[in-house]
């Protein structure tokens, strides 16, 4: 690249605006183009110079390294392609390459940010657990037990031997990130030797092998709160896998599920069971005792006359609210049973009322054949 002024180049003044050099450019490119010059060696090097000014000059950051650093930001640790170091002291001594530049101007906005990379906490965990619903309706305190990687008591989860440390990486001179060019712009990216920490374990610890973590079995209180439903979350802040050499432990998640029930079915906080009665029951009304999940009873009256299918609904009887107040309902469906097996008498009996009905005891079948016969003539 030319080492006169970019300014001068293009004929330009410092302070004059992008329409100015924009012009001052175009006006100077026509002149000197390849085209019009055929041959011209002093010609074609002319045409690359103000074009180099100009993609110096026509980026605000880019113009704003050039008049502070001048060649500089555009000469240093542009050279070569693949991964590299920085070819100075990094971001606290002498730049590698523009980004360096960038970053020191415009506070690390360029190729993804400066410095060495945070310690990558340890990754959430999730544990599946399957209650009744006896203990989704009451709550309850229990205990697991997993196998999650914990800090390493060896070395303290530092991941280096002990009495032993770290020297500064010798690949990205400690900065945990390496730069490769590609075209005009310098693509930023952690450094495959550190791993964007900028050091590396001189002696690693045999325990666990410098990760600064191992697998253990750990044992945790659970506290289970009433009205968890399949599907509910529970966080443990920091019970989750360790971070590596002594980076912030993860999460721990448990999933709810909650076991088939033989009585109730569960829609939110809505109980909901089917219930059969005899058809005497059915017909000159009673009374049955449903079990609560809290061990009290719900005492449920049957208007004579029900018919099956009749929902009842019980309110408060369902299951309590998640983290709030109350309870939702319990819904009972009747199915009215015709009885099976019939004893002389009770046949008998039936028999005798069979010989008395009139039709009024049961509408909805009387109106049925009504039907029948207003449609068929029957």
Known sequence: ???TDFYELLGVSRDADEKAIKSAYRKLAMQYHPDRNPGDAEA????????????????????????????????????????????????????????????????????????????????DLRYDMEIGLEDAFSGKETQIEI???????????????????????????????????????VVERPC????????????????????????????????????????TRIRLSGKGEAGPRGAPPGDLYIFIHIKEHSVFEREGTTLLTRVPISFTTAALGGCVNIPDLDGSTNNIDIPAG?????????????????????????????AVETPTKLTKDQKEILE??????????CPES?????????????
């Open 1 to 3: 690249m030319s080492s």
């Open 306 to 334: 029900i018919q099956s299918g009749k929902q009842l609904r019980v309110r408060g009887g369902g299951m309590p609210v998640l983290q709030g107040r109350g309870r939702g309902d319990m819904v009972v469906e009747i």
């Open 352 to 361: 005798q009322f069979r010989e008395t009905e009139t039709g009024e005891e």
């Open 192 to 231: 495959p030797t550190c791993h964007g920490r900028g050091e590396v374990i001189e002696d690693p610890c045999r325990e666990c092998r410098g990760e600064g973590r191992v697998d253990k079995a750990q044992a945790l209180d659970v506290e289970i709160p009433p009205g968890v439903d399949t599907g």
């Open 44 to 123: 074609e090097a002319k045409f690359k110079a103000v074009g180099g000014a100009y993609e110096a000059l026509k980026d605000p950051q880019k113009r704003a390294a050039y008049d502070r650093f001048g060649h500089e930001a555009f000469e240093q640790g542009m050279g070569g392609g693949g991964a590299s170091g920085f070819g100075g002291r990094g971001p606290q001594g002498d730049f590698g390459d523009i980004g360096d530049i960038f970053e020191t101007i415009f506070g690390g906005g360029f190729g993804g940010g400066g410095g060495r990379q945070q310690a990558r906490r340890g990754a």
């Open 147 to 185: 196998e999650v990687s914990q800090s390493c008591d060896t070395c303290d989860g530092s991941g280096a031997e002990p009495g032993t440390g770290t020297r500064g990486c010798n690949l990205c001179n400690g900065y945990g990130k390496v730069r490769a060019k590609q075209g005009f712009f």
């Open 366 to 378: 009387r109106g049925f054949f009504d039907k029948l016969k207003d449609a068929f003539g029957a």
